[in-house]
């Protein structure tokens, strides 16, 4: 997002994880084939039109599902809900026998709570539920307030409204720096 591509179709098999140098679980982005530039060149780098509906509907926002022209950054929030919620309960939110069926639900249903397949902290999943918001200025402004809501659930959502406040509040990017060091605790290695 900070060079100006909103990738649009992110979803688990385009997301992998590889070496890079000494780091193991390098997370690296694949396929942009239908990657949005944004920005200055908005208005000459555009690859659709309104009414063109592309993804893949599991992992579609709400706008996309509408053949929007105004898809932006926060459609990859929307998507990365999706993947999180999918790793932490083994099922996407919204499931349908097509097509149609599952953008509906995207456009109408509010995801279950992920509590009601797992056992999750309440803070995790409003964490999670704020990036499933309808509305994309309800979700989370930037990827970086994503990440820090991420890397310290209970902190982030006590100081935005809390468990009951989080999700009814329209949240502001932050100055604050991101969290230094890996986000993801490196793999267990077992007892001799």
Do not use: W
């Not at 990738?7 to 239908?34: A, C, S, T, W, Y």
């Not at 929030?77 to 069926?101: C, H, K, N, S």
């Not at 890397?151 to 990017?173: K, S």
């Amino acid at each position: 997002h900070k060079c100006g591509i909103v990738h649009r179709d992110l979803k688990p098999d385009n997301v992998i994880l590889m070496q890079r140098g000494r780091e193991r679980d390098f997370v690296k982005l694949l396929d942009f084939g239908i990657a949005k530039l944004t920005g200055g060149s908005a208005a000459s780098s555009h690859r659709t039109r309104t009414g063109i509906v592309m993804g893949t509907p599991a992992y579609m926002s709400p706008e996309q599902c509408e053949g929007r022209d105004s898809v932006d950054h926060r459609t990859d929030i929307y998507a990365l809900g999706i993947v999180l919620y999918e790793m932490l309960t083994g099922r996407v939110p919204f499931q349908g026998d097509g097509y149609g069926e599952i953008l509906v639900q995207h456009l109408t249903q509010r995801p279950v709570p992920p509590s009601q397949y797992r056992m999750l902290p309440a803070h995790v999943e409003v964490v999670v539920l704020k990036a499933l918001e309808k509305r994309a200025d309800m979700r989370y402004p930037t990827m970086d307030e994503f990440i820090r809501a991420m890397t310290d659930p209970v902190g982030y959502v006590e100081a935005h409204g809390g468990v009951n406040g989080f999700l009814q509040r329209q949240l502001m990017p932050s100055n604050a720096p991101l969290p230094t060091g890996k986000l993801t605790p490196a793999p267990l290695t077992p007892l001799p």
